[in-house]
């Protein structure tokens, strides 16, 4: 029999709502959710084909265990979790704190776990928490903790209100990463009175699209938005007003921008000096723009300059706190942490003595911290929800770094490169499968929230996360299984669905038992959990969360349409949550509320960051090598790529070898021709490609898709292995984000040629 439901797609940050058709315990179809708050059924062609990641041959569906020969053995799930128990607990006692790393914590949807594995850093008095958004994102984040006063100030941009958008270093009509990218982006292309304009070496689908394409030289926006900073503060285009009002530092900033030579900028980037002035007037002078960035400025040279310069783009001309500008905005799941470095209490790790950003520690130093001699090297780490054997840099180093592992666990749905080579591989049901959430809830004014609850009966011998962590937990000693009075208390007040006295009770005992202060998630899932109706135990935190997200934004939630007063509001946004099937809208602000989002006390924003004008003054040219003479994109994002999340090869309908893009004049001058293989060699090593000639890409430079290099029911690795050819050393020096759009290799026609 079909039936019809309700969920959101697990493969972008978008996380569109999906309205299927269910038969036989499998999607029968997919399609947008019209009700969905934010996606208003808007999907993309990756998200119909979700049962290649609901059912395939690879699903894990039991606890395995290394044998000393190398294989795994089917184990049960108590065995598992108490021989991990003992031996992390050994760990931790032999060797304290700076043993043990935590690796990954959720993919593009699934983030309520994360409530759960945190607690074993804290029961590992472990702070080594690393996540791929440390090889992205975190050069952002640590000039967000500059301007606004916190690393968990995080912005976002209005492109579908404003008159002039610049997109940098991001191709939205595949990656997307904005709301209804395909469908915004034809709206601004159809109106006669919006520019687009687009900063990428390759003439994407989105430039394509785009009033202005600049298609500067790889590697070069610090040159290119520096230049266009320059235009604006020179010829007098800079909003003083709201820099006068809004702003600290600006003339530090204004100092640094005249001293730059603005042609000779321009001349390095490759872009046309007119056009350059062009796009800075227009921006300059628009109505209201914004700027929306990613990889294409976060990995690769200068990275976290870069963020620096785009944000002071909208900064310096007042597009900040307005529709159609760039804005701060709120978060219902903590997904960010605020870890300054300058102050000591953040832990540095043993080797390269870095710090956490946002709380989170950067994968392309993990393998020297495990692989380095000292006492207090990471000798176990648990991954969930990763796949760092494969996506992050260097994997030789980090098959040689797993290879001297003391424990290492991985929990995923899947047989995973990073799970073949662990000591235990735990199975955990589908997203499909068991209630979760995305922590992607990143607009502004109007913000929401989807739990998704399940689909499907989880797959046998399969455990959602909150249950697998808190089991270890137990096992491990750090908590008791029961809470009779809580549990009591829950009962009594969940016929309410307001569970005030027993959060009060949970109050008193936390200061009672500091110890449990880092455990709330798995006691509130034990004791109120138990009392949700659907088996809904997992989303139990979210009470706490929604109560906390109302006193902060309590004017903001009434007015998206929540009723109760300080004391209930949180509760009775929980319940919204829990019976939103399609997802809800949490809050509605006003823009004038940016301001209090803002968290330096003077609620301004602090414009000159030192280290950040010393690396403008410092500004050099880039890396050239003779024997590496092409830059390699080693990333990029397709109509069939997402991430690595789809193992099975059959969901793809093109590109099915991930096929490496080069311009006609470099391929005539290797011999090469379509469909032809090469080698692509890095100074690190070399992998087998198949050529596609494509003349959008600039000449002396190729690229190569993310989301491949996996094997498929034991085949040899399926596409590029991108991450054999990066080194874990080229990275930028202060967030040590790879850089991965910019990796020196050399190209030749392979000896095994032969058209494919
Ligand atoms: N289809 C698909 N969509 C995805 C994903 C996926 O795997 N597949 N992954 C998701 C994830 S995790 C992320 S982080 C996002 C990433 O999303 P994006 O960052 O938008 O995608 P990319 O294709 O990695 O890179 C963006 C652009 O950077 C350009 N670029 C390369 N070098 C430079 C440079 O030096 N300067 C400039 N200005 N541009 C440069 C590339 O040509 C490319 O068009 O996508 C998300 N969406
Ligand atoms: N060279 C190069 N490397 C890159 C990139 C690049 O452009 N170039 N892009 C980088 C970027 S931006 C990112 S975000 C990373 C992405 O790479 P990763 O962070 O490794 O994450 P995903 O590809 O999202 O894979 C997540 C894992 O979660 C598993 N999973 C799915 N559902 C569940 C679940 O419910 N529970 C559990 N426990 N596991 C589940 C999947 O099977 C998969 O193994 O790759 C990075 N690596
Ligand atoms: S845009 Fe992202 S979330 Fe939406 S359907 Fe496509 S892959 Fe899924
Ligand atoms: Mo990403």
């Known amino acids: 029999m079909t039936t019809t439901d309700t969920t959101a797609c697990i493969l972008c940050s978008r996380n569109c709502g999906l309205s299927v058709e269910i038969d036989d315990n499998r999607f029968k179809k997919i399609k947008g959710d019209k009700a969905h708050p934010f996606s208003q059924g808007y999907i993309c062609q990756k998200a119909a084909r979700l049962e290649h990641y609901q059912n395939h041959d690879d699903r894990l569906t039991t606890p395995l265990q290394r044998q000393s020969d190398g294989s795994f053995k089917p184990v049960s799930w108590d065995e598992a979790l108490d021989d991990i128990a003992q031996r992390l607990v050994a760990i931790r006692d032999q060797h304290g704190g700076n043993a043990f790393a935590f690796l990954g914590g959720g993919g593009q949807g699934n983030h309520l776990g994360g409530a759960y594995s945190r607690q074993l850093l804290a029961a590992m008095k472990s702070y080594f928490s690393y996540n791929s958004l440390g090889q992205e994102k975190t050069g952002d984040f ?64 989105t430039a394509k699209m785009a009033d202005i394409h600049l298609q500067l030289r790889p590697g070069t926006d610090a040159y290119l938005m520096s230049a266009m900073l320059a235009i604006i503060v020179t010829e007098g285009l800079h909003d003083r007003d709201f820099l006068a009002k809004h702003c600290r530092g600006f003339d530090q900033v204004e100092k640094a921008l005249r001293a730059i030579p603005i042609a000779d900028y321009a001349a390095r980037a490759d872009v046309p000096l007119a056009t350059l002035e062009e796009v800075a007037r227009g921006f300059a002078n628009a109505d209201s723009a914004c700027v929306r960035i990613d990889l294409g400025i976060q990995q690769t040279l200068n990275t976290t300059l870069n963020g620096y310069l785009e944000k002071l783009l909208y900064l310096v001309t007042g597009n900040f706190g307005k529709p159609g500008g760039n804005n701060l905005h709120t978060m219902l799941l903590p997904i960010l942490g605020d870890t300054d470095e300058r102050n000591p209490k953040y832990r540095r790790t043993a080797h390269h003595r870095m710090f956490p950003i946002a709380g989170i520690y950067p994968p392309n130093i993990l393998p020297d911290e495990i692989l380095h001699q000292g006492e207090d090297r990471i000798r176990a780490v648990f991954v969930d929800s990763a796949n760092p054997l494969v996506t992050w840099a260097d994997t030789r180093a980090y098959e040689k770094a797993f290879a001297s592992l003391e424990l290492s666990v991985v929990i995923d749905v899947t047989m995973t490169e990073t799970a073949r080579a662990a000591h235990y591989v735990l199975p955990a049901s589908s997203q499909f499968e068991k209630w979760e959430a995305t922590g992607f809830n990143l607009e502004f004014p109007v913000n929401g929230f989807h739990l998704r609850h399940p689909l499907f009966l989880p797959k046998e011998g399969t455990l959602p996360e909150p249950e697998i962590y808190t089991r270890l937990l137990e096992k491990m000693g750090v908590l008791p299984e029961r809470f009779p009075k809580l549990e009591r208390l829950a009962r009594l007040e969940a016929k309410r669905g307001q569970y005030l006295a027993t959060l009060a009770a949970l109050g008193t005992l936390l200061a009672r038992n500091r110890q449990w202060i880092p455990h709330a998630a798995s006691i509130v899932y034990r004791t109120i959990g138990k009392t949700l109706p659907d088996n809904a135990a997992a989303s139990a935190p979210l ?210 040629a032969g058209a494919v």
């Open 543 to 752: 009470l706490a969360l929604t109560h906390v997200y109302a006193q902060l934004h309590y004017k903001a939630v009434k007015r998206a349409g929540h009723q109760g007063n300080r004391l209930t509001l949180g509760s009775n946004l929980f319940q919204a949550i829990l019976k939103g099937r399609s997802g809800i809208t949490l809050s509605e602000h006003r823009f004038t509320d940016i301001w209090s989002l803002i968290a330096h006390n003077d609620r301004r924003v602090h414009l000159a960051i030192p280290e950040m004008l010393d690396e403008l003054a410092g500004l050099t040219a880039s890396i050239t090598d003779q024997a590496y003479p092409f830059v390699l994109m080693a990333g990029e994002r397709r109509s069939y790529n997402a991430n690595q999340i789809y193992r099975d090869p059959a969901w793809r309908k093109v590109d099915p070898h991930g096929a490496m893009r080069m311009h006609p004049e470099d391929a005539e001058r290797l011999g090469i021709e379509n469909g032809d293989k090469a080698l692509c060699r890095s100074a690190r090593d070399s992998i087998e490609v198949v050529v596609e000639v494509d003349d959008s890409v600039r000449t002396g430079m190729v690229t190569l898709p993310h989301g491949f290099g996996m094997r498929y029911k034991d085949s040899a690795p399926i596409g590029p292995e991108l991450n054999r050819l990066t080194d874990s050393q080229h990275c930028d020096p202060l967030s040590r984000t790879p850089f991965h759009k910019h990796v020196p290799v050399q190209i030749e026609k392979s000896s095994t």
């Open 142 to 205: 640590w000039v967000n903790g500059r301007l606004f006063g916190e690393q968990t100030c995080h912005t976002t941009e209005d492109v579908e209100h404003a008159d002039y958008v610049l997109f940098i270093g991001t191709n939205p009509f595949q990656a997307h990463g904005i709301p209804n990218a395909r469908d915004t982006l034809k709206h601004i292309k159809k109106d006669p009175g919006r520019t687009m304009v687009v900063v990428d070496p390759r003439r994407t689908e």
